[in-house]
Antibody, heavy 119, light 105 residues
C-alpha cells in the first residue's frame, strides 16, 4: 500500500527554523517525484515545489523560491521541507504528494503537517 | 504562469442533483488537468487526471471533460458523501490549482 506519512504538528516562534518530513513507503521512492503543497487556514491549495529523490533535482514555484528548501534522503525514503526563519504568515497546513513524471498529477497525498507560527 | 479560475466558488445542491463545475485556464493546453476532492480535515484526493480519466476506485458518477481553456467536472447524481470542496489543477506547465468550489447542501 502506497503511503506518505508526514511528521507531526509544530508550533514555532517567528524567526525560528523548522524542517518537516514526509516518508514514502509501499512503492519505489526513487521512481516518483515528491511535491509540497501549502494550504493556508480556510484557503485553497498552492504548489510550492517538487523534488526527484533519485538525484535531488528540485524545482520551486516562483512564489516560494528562496523562502523554503526542499530536500530528500533516498536511503530513508524521506523528503523534507524546511525554513530558515519562519514568519507568522507561514502558518498553514503543508502536504507532501507523489507524482509520476515531472508535470504529472498528484496521485497520493500525505496526511498534512500543521505548522503554527506565533509569538 | 497558467492561471486557473473555477466557477462557481460555492454551489448549493441536493442529493440526486447533477452538478457541473467549470475550470478555465489562462492559456490553452490539451489534457493535462486533474480534479481533486477535499473533505474537511482530510487531504485532497485525486478524482480525475488527464482531463477525463477516472482514478482507480473513484465512483463512475464522477466524470471530466474539456480541452483548450475550458474543463468541466460533472457529478451525475450527487450523493451525501460528495459534499466537499473540489479543486482543478493544471500540470501542463508546472502546477497551478484553481481556487476551489465548495459543494454544499
Amino acid at each position: 500500500e502506497v503511503q506518505l506519512v508526514q511528521s507531526g504538528a509544530e508550533v514555532k516562534k517567528p524567526g525560528e527554523s523548522l524542517k518537516i518530513s514526509c516518508k514514502g513507503s509501499g512503492y519505489k521512492f526513487t521512481n516518483y517525484w515528491v511535491g509540497w503543497v501549502r494550504q493556508m487556514p480556510g484557503k485553497g491549495l498552492e504548489w510550492m515545489g517538487i523534488i526527484y529523490p533519485n538525484d535531488s533535482d528540485t524545482t520551486y514555484s516562483p512564489s516560494f523560491q528562496g523562502q523554503v528548501t526542499i530536500s530528500a534522503d533516498k536511503s530513508l525514503t524521506t523528503a523534507y521541507l524546511q525554513w530558515k526563519s519562519l514568519k507568522v504568515s507561514d502558518t498553514a497546513l503543508y502536504y507532501c504528494t507523489r507524482c509520476y513524471g515531472f508535470e504529472g498529477e498528484f496521485d497520493y497525498w500525505g496526511q498534512g503537517t500543521l505548522v503554527t507560527v506565533s509569538s | 504562469d497558467i492561471q486557473m479560475t473555477q466557477s462557481p466558488s460555492t454551489l448549493s445542491a441536493s442529493v440526486g442533483d447533477r452538478v457541473t463545475i467549470t475550470c478555465r485556464a489562462s492559456q490553452s493546453f490539451s489534457r493535462w488537468l486533474a480534479w481533486y476532492q477535499q473533505k474537511p480535515g482530510q487531504a485532497p484526493k485525486l478524482l480525475i487526471y488527464e482531463a477525463s480519466t477516472l482514478q482507480s476506485g473513484v465512483p463512475s458518477r464522477f466524470s471530466g471533460s474539456g480541452s483548450g481553456t475550458e474543463f468541466t467536472l460533472t457529478i451525475s447524481s450527487l450523493q451525501a458523501e460528495d459534499f466537499a470542496t473540489y479543486y482543478c489543477q493544471q500540470y501542463n506547465s508546472y502546477w497551478t490549482f484553481g481556487q476551489g468550489t465548495k459543494v454544499e447542501i
